[in-house]
């Protein structure tokens, strides 16, 4: 991660392509675009990429998140279970659908703690939100199992975590719905742009038409389409499609590379005693784009972004100050700053943001350091970087 690294004469190509024959529009313009239907091969590939029937390209990862429980009915009312450790998309892309964001506490793998996901059930929620963050996932059996229980959806926020697999399956295809962002610091990066994928045949047909304002896209006149139900506008335009198309070819070379890095580092700082590191669960392997570790405690763990900085090694976080990554910082959604009107059922929905506390969460992501993995290192600098990492955290210690 990030893909931009590594542009080069492939996004070339599928551009030009693009500007050549003038059509940015995914859809229709048959006659003027010279057989390139960039949106339609990058789905392909990546059902190819993904061992999935179905991908609906859409205009971003927060989108995709819309998209997805839009599509199985989630909306109004409705409580989506999500971690504390996401990015702010997650309750946005649920608030837009008018339903409640209902946080619950992480564990070990950075990922939802099944137990929280269970206490938190009441007979409005509709689906449990998995996001894999930093390239590593959730216990997926038992948040499975908790969702066939209770008759819920799952949904995976992979949109970090592409590359990344469990049991041999990729991630994002574990749950009914899965997403993906390929925005501009994405391992795949199209500038702006996201997938919503399914096996769902039925999640897919409503994907198809809810991302173009609810046209059915039957036959080849555009203008004679019909509108089953209302839509949006989610579309992913050719220019970025085209770019995404040049970068899924190179995935599997640029999750390599991410696992050469990441091992390189992960082997260094396992000769430190104190550090200790995320939990994978059994089954999984991690797609590798961040080196995640915990520190025995916060105060060590700002210390040791203040020395990594000193050492030289950019690009590590502590997210517990973070505005964008967790609850702590959210005041905007804690006092509901809203520039519009919202619904009595989602504020009230939202009250227990005034109270409960999220200890358990604290407890990981204040020990927790987020690191990183570049695409465009090479080996030697790798090696160069984990000296430096070593030096830096055991000056703290
Ligand atoms: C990037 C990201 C998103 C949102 O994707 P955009 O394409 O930027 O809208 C959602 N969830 C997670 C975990 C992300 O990292």
């Not at 997805?68 to 837009?96: W, Y």
């Not at 449990?128 to 066939?148: E, F, H, R, Y």
């Amino acid at each position: 991660m990030p893909g931009f690294e590594l542009f080069g004469d492939l996004e070339r190509k599928q551009v030009n392509d693009v500007l050549d024959n003038g059509v940015l529009m995914r859809y229709g313009f048959d006659g003027m675009r010279k057989g390139h239907w960039k949106a339609k091969e990058l789905e392909s590939a990546l059902e190819d990429a993904f061992q999935t029937n179905y991908v609906q390209l859409v205009s971003s990862g927060t989108a995709a998140v819309s998209v997805a429980l839009g599509v199985a009915g989630v909306g109004a009312g409705d409580e989506v279970i999500m971690p504390t450790f996401t990015f702010v998309a997650s309750f946005e892309a649920i608030m837009a659908l008018g339903a409640i964001p209902v946080l619950v506490d992480i564990d070990d793998t950075l990922a939802l703690n099944p137990e929280a996901v269970e206490e938190a059930i009441t007979p409005k929620t509709k689906a449990v939100m998995v996001v894999q963050m930093c390239g590593s996932m959730g216990d997926m059996t038992a948040l499975k199992n908790i969702c066939d229980k209770h008759n819920l959806l799952l949904v995976e926020d992979a949109c970090q975590a592409i590359g990344g697999t469990y049991n041999g399956k990729p991630l994002g295809s574990i749950g009914d719905l899965g997403c993906f962002s390929f925005d501009f610091v994405k391992t795949i990066t199209c500038g702006e742009g996201g997938a919503v994928i399914t096996n769902n045949e039925e999640y897919y047909i409503n994907a198809d038409h809810f991302s173009d304002h609810g046209h059915d896209h039957v036959g080849n006149d555009r203008g004679a389409e019909t509108h089953p139900f209302l839509g949006y506008n989610f579309r992913i335009s050719e220019l970025h499609a085209a770019v995404g198309l040049a970068q899924v070819k190179r995935l599997p070379e640029f999750i390599d590379i991410q696992k050469r890095n990441f091992k390189i580092l992960r082997d260094a700082l396992s000769d430190i005693p104190e550090v200790t590191f995320r939990t994978v669960p059994d089954g999984g392997e991690e797609s590798a784009a961040f080196l995640n570790f915990f520190l025995p405690d916060l105060e060590t763990s700002r210390e040791v972004i203040k020395s990594l900085a000193a050492h030289g090694v950019d690009a590590c976080w502590n997210y517990y100050d973070n505005n964008w990554h967790y609850i702590r910082k959210w005041e905007h959604l804690k006092e509901l700053k809203s520039l519009f009107p919202i619904t009595k059922e989602v504020k009230e929905g939202l009250k227990y943001l005034e109270t409960k506390t999220f200890e358990k969460s604290d407890y990981f992501i204040a020990r927790n350091i987020s690191c990183l993995i570049k695409l465009s290192w090479t080996e030697a600098e790798v090696k160069e970087r984990a000296s430096k990492m070593v030096k830096a955290i055991k000056a703290c210690l």
